[in-house]
């Protein structure tokens, strides 16, 4: 906090295409959101906060006095926590060969940078000295194995003179030496006395548990020294896991990248641990829309496109990332959001590997303007394991201002206040894997406060059960032949909690499989979105 | 009226101050000015190498005292015994890149090109195998993109008021030929690639455009790479797009900005994209306060004015938006997206 026990403040998460602020008051004994605006992140942050105040003011006059939010100068006045999204980066990765190049992509790729990846196998070294020239390259990270392997020897020192020489005359660069290449040390100290950027000395990109932790830690640290909303969302994540008691995967797709962050909840008076990658390709729309992101969300489209109009379209989501958000504008975002997401899983197959999380959280701009329940089977679409999780939005994104409270214990103390307000429950989820093709694959119940509901279990299918939000139950599961949900089994007892979309037993394929042909993928999309889609036209 | 909200659409900033305008440097190519130099339209600003590549020298030809980025001549230095030149004959001179195993690496080549700057301005800095960076005297417009090289052209109008809608400007058909040659056309909304190849050839030096969509985009950009592949060069030709891919009018303050100027001298830079003219004579009046323009939905392209906030609308498709009240012309205001909107300053 900024001001000493203050009875509201503003959290802001400015973004690159998003500005978002939320009043935060104490209410009672408690924090509690008492409004939240999001918008392009063209317009000046205060005129949204006004918004805000004013319909604070309109929707409880008495509130407003009590917390102080209709006062004249409350705009300006209410303390702030504030997050940024840090602006993008690129880090040319250099290594003398291909092999070596390999986890110092990965680990560039998982730490949010954009990464230019050279090798003398790939690339002759005028193309990586014009490579490392550009203005757009931001960082170079240059690594040798220890010791260097055969592969290797022959043109390290060539790497290391380009390198240095690239150095000397881009003072401002920061160079990371990596591996074997540290013992170079002194050809990149001789490189200028007079240079702004520094030169560090990384560890190697396979020390540390899991591997390669120590240098993504170094490069997020590059990237996004303080501050960044990401980062926030990381903090946040396991602040949240503590609050709830329950592990949580926070999924953040926004316009320059994507977060995932997994965290499980301390035990025995620990704290929470969280691994978190960023992922700088894992944006909404990349900034030039090559055939490959076209195919992306093609593959994801559920409305009748050809390549052509969907790389303009995608191309105007570039430009103007706010407007034309209305009809199959909604639909496309969901598509790119599914996308991106897919691009992120991908990315991050260490974290698949870990144990399903009970709730997924999404977060960032690109699931703005889809109704939740939408967004739960895009999310269920794309995150396909074998578990029952409950799926849930940020929807007045205050994970990042609230993840960027310096201290720990007012951060989870906080988010433990508002966690019941700042997340939207969209759905559970039941994603059994294994299930074998065939008429009938077992029963349903659900015992709920309203009643039981009983269903046939038909494979491949994708079921709603109506489970308001607040509302609490238990899916009786039995099936014919074993199957995948957490353990293996054939009977389960699941606690599920309501939300937008209730709840869906998603009895589809794990990965999910779709039709080769692009108009029934199409068509097969659309049906599953359309009964999810709450707010369609009808 | 009502001003109430106002504030949260969008402004566009039609026309900035003096701008940094920046001319791409690789390795090999030659600087010939240096930083506080003080340029005019044409004067020539590099030498782009057009087929650069790697050779290698003896590092005790090219002396001690040799740097990364400078140029290195075969005339300058007496040739060693064992030769200057291994693996590669005929280069005489290039850019030092590294220096590895007691041989310099340089980037050499046989074809360069002159690239003339097409604005006035102080060169602020220049360097080798990055860019030089010229602060441009005069006035810029942005637009989103911009393609090919930057070129200089008097500015004429091969587009109209539109009628109808009565905003912004539309094509103009038949309005290429070669009586235009060496000028720069505002073409209006939307132009395919076979009319700006067809402008390149009768010899237009740029072309301003409301939107290109991907398809004319692709093509215009593979004719540019056939072009720059040609040993005789043409005149130099961009294409500067104001908004994006989707067919639109340009917007009436940028075309009333463009009106003013038919007859004058102006540039297209690319880095940043926009339009550059130094007509400190020219007043631009700003737009009224109240006028936005859609750009994208259902109405994008329209303008109208503002009528105040119209709070959260259901849109087609289930979609929950904020929205303003926009009066376009019919008998009553309607409500469009927030974020939908634009304002000009």
Same mark, same amino acid.
């Given at each position: 906090?900024t001001?000493?026990?203050?009875?509201?403040?503003?959290?802001?998460?400015?973004?690159?295409?998003?500005?978002?602020?939320?009043?935060?008051?104490?209410?009672?004994h408690?924090?509690r959101?008492i409004? =939240?605006?999001?918008?392009?992140?063209?317009?000046?942050?205060?005129?949204?906060?006004?918004?805000?105040?004013?319909?604070?003011?309109?929707?409880?006059?008495?509130?407003?006095?009590?917390?102080?939010?209709?006062?004249?100068?409350?705009?300006?006045?209410?303390?702030?926590?504030?997050?940024?999204?840090?602006?993008?980066?690129?880090?040319?990765?250099?290594?003398?060969?291909?092999?070596a190049?390999?986890?110092?992509?990965?680990?560039?790729?998982?730490?949010?940078?954009?990464?230019?990846?050279?090798?003398?196998?790939?690339?002759?070294?005028? =193309?990586?000295?014009?490579?490392?020239l550009?203005?757009?390259?931001?960082?170079?990270?240059?690594?040798?194995?220890?010791?260097?392997?055969?592969?290797?020897?022959?043109?390290?020192?060539?790497?290391?003179?380009?390198?240095?020489?690239?150095?000397?005359?881009?003072?401002?660069?920061?160079?990371?030496?990596?591996?074997?290449?540290?013992?170079?040390?002194?050809?990149?100290?001789?490189?200028?006395?007079?240079?702004q950027?520094?030169?560090?000395?990384?560890?190697?990109?396979?020390?540390?548990?899991p591997?390669?932790?120590?240098?993504?830690?170094?490069?997020?640290?590059?990237?996004?020294?303080?501050?960044?909303?990401?980062?926030?969302?990381?903090?946040?994540?396991?602040?949240l896991?503590?609050?709830?008691?329950?592990?949580?995967?926070?999924?953040?797709?926004?316009?320059?990248?994507?977060?995932?962050?997994?965290?499980?909840?301390?035990?025995?008076?620990?704290?929470?641990?969280?691994?978190?990658s960023?992922?700088?390709?894992?944006?909404?729309?990349p900034?030039?829309?090559d055939?490959?992101?076209?195919?992306?969300?093609?593959? #994801?489209?559920?409305?009748?496109?050809?390549?052509?109009?969907?790389?303009?379209?995608?191309?105007?989501?570039r430009?103007?990332? #706010?407007?034309?958000?209305?009809?199959?504008?909604?639909?496309?975002?969901?598509?790119?959001?599914?996308?991106?997401?897919?691009?992120?899983?991908?990315?991050?197959a260490?974290?698949?590997?870990?144990?399903?999380?009970?709730?997924?959280v999404?977060?960032?701009?690109?699931?703005?303007?889809?109704?939740?329940?939408?967004v739960?089977?895009?999310?269920?679409?794309?995150?396909?394991?074998?578990?029952?999780?409950?799926?849930?939005?940020?929807?007045?994104?205050?994970?990042?201002?609230?993840?960027?409270?310096?201290?720990?214990?007012?951060?989870?103390?906080?988010?433990?206040?508002?966690?019941?307000?700042?997340?939207?429950?969209?759905?559970?989820v039941?994603?059994?894997?294994?299930?074998?093709?065939?008429h009938?694959?077992?029963?349903?119940?659900?015992h709920?406060?309203?009643?039981?509901?009983?269903?046939d279990?038909?494979?491949?299918?994708?079921?709603?059960?109506?489970?308001?939000?607040?509302?609490?139950?238990?899916a009786?599961?039995?099936?014919?032949?074993?199957?995948?949900?957490?353990?293996?089994?054939?009977?389960?007892?699941?606690?599920?909690a309501?939300?937008?979309?209730?709840?869906?037993?998603?009895?589809?394929?794990?990965?999910?499989?779709?039709?080769?042909?692009?108009?029934?993928?199409?068509?097969?999309?659309?049906?599953?979105?359309?009964?999810? #889609?709450?707010?369609?036209?009808? | 009226?009502?001003?109430?909200?106002?504030?949260?659409?969008?402004r566009?900033?039609?026309?900035?101050?003096?701008?940094?305008?920046?001319?791409?440097?690789?390795?090999?190519?030659?600087?010939?000015v240096?930083?506080?130099?003080?340029?005019v339209?044409?004067?020539?600003?590099?030498?782009?190498?057009?087929?650069?590549?790697?050779?290698?020298?003896?590092?005790?030809?090219?002396?001690?005292?040799?740097?990364?980025?400078?140029?290195?001549?075969?005339?300058?230095?007496?040739?060693?015994?064992?030769?200057?030149?291994?693996?590669?004959?005929?280069?005489?001179?290039?850019?030092?890149?590294?220096?590895?195993?007691?041989?310099?690496?340089?980037?050499?080549?046989?074809?360069?090109?002159?690239?003339?700057?097409?604005?006035?301005?102080?060169?602020?800095?220049?360097?080798? /195998?990055?860019?030089?960076?010229?602060?441009?005297?005069?006035?810029?417009?942005?637009?989103?993109?911009?393609?090919?090289?930057?070129t200089?052209?008097?500015?004429?109008?091969?587009?109209?008021?539109?009628?109808?809608?009565?905003?912004?400007?539309?094509?103009?058909?038949?309005s290429?030929?070669?009586?235009?040659?060496?000028?720069?056309?505002?073409v209006?909304?939307?132009?395919?690639?076979?009319?700006?190849?067809?402008?390149?050839?009768?010899?237009?030096?740029?072309?301003?455009?409301?939107?290109?969509?991907?398809?004319?985009?692709?093509?215009?950009?593979?004719?540019?790479?056939?072009?720059?592949?040609a040993?005789?060069?043409l005149?130099?030709?961009?294409?500067?797009?104001l908004?994006?891919?989707?067919?639109?009018?340009?917007?009436?303050?940028?075309?009333t900005?463009?009106?003013?100027?038919?007859?004058?001298?102006?540039a297209?830079?690319?880095?940043?994209?926009?339009?550059?003219?130094?007509?400190?004579?020219?007043?631009?009046?700003?737009?009224?306060?109240?006028?936005?323009?859609?750009r994208?939905?259902?109405?994008?392209?329209?303008? /109208?004015?503002?009528?105040?906030? =119209?709070g959260?609308?259901?849109?087609v498709?289930?979609t929950?938006?904020?929205? /303003?009240?926009?009066?376009?012309?019919?008998?009553?205001?309607?409500?469009?997206?927030?974020?939908?909107?634009?304002?000009?300053?």
């Amino acid at each position: 906090m900024t001001a000493s026990d203050p009875h509201a403040f503003l959290a802001l998460d400015l973004g690159t295409a998003t500005s978002s602020a939320a009043l935060v008051a104490r209410v009672g004994h408690r924090w509690r959101l008492i409004g =939240a605006l999001a918008m392009p992140a063209a317009i000046e942050p205060d005129a949204i906060v006004e918004l805000v105040l004013e319909r604070a003011t309109i929707a409880d006059p008495n509130l407003a006095r009590l917390v102080g939010s209709d006062v004249d100068d409350a705009v300006r006045s209410l303390p702030r926590l504030t997050a940024r999204s840090a602006r993008p980066q690129r880090l040319a990765v250099v290594a003398a060969s291909e092999r070596a190049l390999v986890p110092l992509d990965d680990a560039a790729r998982r730490s949010g940078w954009l990464v230019t990846a050279a090798s003398p196998e790939r690339m002759e070294p005028l =193309a990586v000295t014009r490579a490392l020239l550009d203005p757009g390259v931001d960082a170079v990270l240059v690594r040798a194995g220890e010791p260097p392997g055969p592969d290797e020897r022959r043109s390290l020192d060539e790497v290391a003179a380009l390198v240095a020489a690239a150095a000397r005359r881009r003072p401002e660069l920061t160079i990371v030496l990596a591996g074997a290449m540290a013992e170079r040390l002194e050809r990149f100290e001789a490189a200028g006395e007079h240079r702004q950027g520094e030169v560090l000395l990384g560890p190697s990109a396979t020390s540390g548990e899991p591997p390669g932790l120590p240098l993504r830690e170094l490069l997020e640290d590059m990237r996004a020294p303080s501050g960044d909303a990401r980062r926030s969302i990381a903090q946040a994540a396991g602040a949240l896991a503590d609050a709830l008691d329950r592990r949580v995967e926070i999924v953040d797709i926004g316009f320059n990248g994507g977060l995932r962050a997994t965290a499980s909840p301390g035990v025995g008076g620990a704290r929470a641990t969280v691994s978190a990658s960023y992922v700088a390709n894992a944006c909404l729309v990349p900034a030039e829309v090559d055939d490959a992101a076209v195919d992306r969300v093609l593959a #994801w489209s559920t409305f009748p496109i050809d390549r052509h109009r969907l790389r303009d379209r995608l191309r105007e989501l570039r430009l103007v990332p #706010w407007a034309d958000a209305a009809g199959v504008g909604a639909r496309l975002r969901l598509a790119a959001a599914r996308a991106a997401l897919a691009v992120l899983i991908e990315a991050t197959a260490s974290q698949s590997a870990e144990a399903a999380p009970d709730l997924i959280v999404a977060s960032g701009g690109a699931w703005a303007v889809a109704p939740g329940p939408a967004v739960a089977l895009a999310i269920a679409d794309v995150v396909r394991r074998p578990a029952a999780v409950g799926i849930a939005l940020d929807h007045a994104r205050l994970l990042a201002p609230l993840g960027s409270i310096p201290d720990g214990t007012e951060r989870r103390q906080l988010i433990g206040d508002v966690v019941d307000d700042m997340l939207a429950p969209l759905a559970s989820v039941i994603i059994p894997g294994g299930v074998r093709a065939g008429h009938s694959a077992g029963r349903l119940t659900i015992h709920a406060g309203t009643g039981s509901t009983d269903l046939d279990l038909v494979p491949g299918s994708l079921e709603l059960v109506d489970l308001p939000p607040g509302e609490v139950g238990t899916a009786e599961l039995r099936f014919r032949d074993t199957v995948r949900l957490g353990g293996r089994g054939r009977h389960f007892a699941i606690d599920v909690a309501g939300g937008l979309g209730g709840l869906l037993l998603d009895l589809r394929d794990v990965p999910l499989r779709l039709p080769d042909r692009p108009d029934r993928r199409r068509e097969l999309l659309e049906a599953w979105q359309d009964s999810l #889609w709450v707010t369609r036209d009808r | 009226m009502n001003d109430d909200g106002i504030e949260l659409v969008s402004r566009r900033t039609l026309v900035e101050g003096p701008t940094d305008i920046r001319f791409v440097l690789h390795p090999g190519d030659r600087p010939l000015v240096g930083a506080g130099d003080t340029v005019v339209p044409g004067t020539r600003l590099l030498e782009r190498l057009r087929d650069a590549r790697l050779t290698e020298v003896a590092a005790a030809t090219v002396g001690a005292e040799a740097q990364p980025g400078g140029r290195w001549s075969a005339a300058e230095t007496p040739p060693a015994t064992s030769g200057p030149l291994r693996r590669t004959t005929g280069a005489t001179a290039g850019e030092l890149l590294f220096e590895a195993g007691g041989r310099w690496r340089l980037a050499t080549g046989d074809h360069v090109e002159s690239i003339e700057t097409p604005v006035a301005g102080v060169v602020r800095e220049v360097r080798p /195998g990055t860019a030089i960076t010229l602060q441009a005297e005069g006035r810029m417009m942005r637009g989103v993109e911009a393609h090919g090289d930057p070129t200089r052209g008097v500015l004429a109008l091969g587009a109209d008021r539109g009628e109808g809608s009565g905003e912004g400007l539309v094509l103009r058909h038949g309005s290429l030929d070669v009586g235009l040659a060496g000028s720069i056309l505002v073409v209006g909304s939307r132009i395919e690639a076979e009319t700006l190849t067809r402008a390149r050839a009768m010899g237009l030096r740029g072309i301003v455009v409301a939107s290109l969509a991907g398809k004319e985009r692709r093509d215009f950009l593979a004719s540019e790479g056939r072009q720059r592949a040609a040993l005789h060069r043409l005149p130099t030709f961009a294409v500067l797009v104001l908004d994006g891919a989707f067919r639109r009018p340009i917007a009436s303050p940028v075309a009333t900005v463009l009106q003013a100027l038919a007859g004058r001298e102006v540039a297209i830079v690319t880095d940043p994209p926009g339009l550059v003219f130094n007509e400190p004579a020219i007043e631009l009046a700003p737009p009224p306060w109240d006028l936005v323009r859609i750009r994208g939905g259902e109405h994008v392209g329209r303008e /109208g004015h503002w009528m105040g906030l =119209a709070g959260q609308r259901r849109f087609v498709g289930g979609t929950f938006l904020e929205a /303003g009240w926009v009066h376009v012309g019919g008998p009553a205001p309607v409500a469009i997206p927030l974020a939908d909107l634009e304002r000009f300053g």
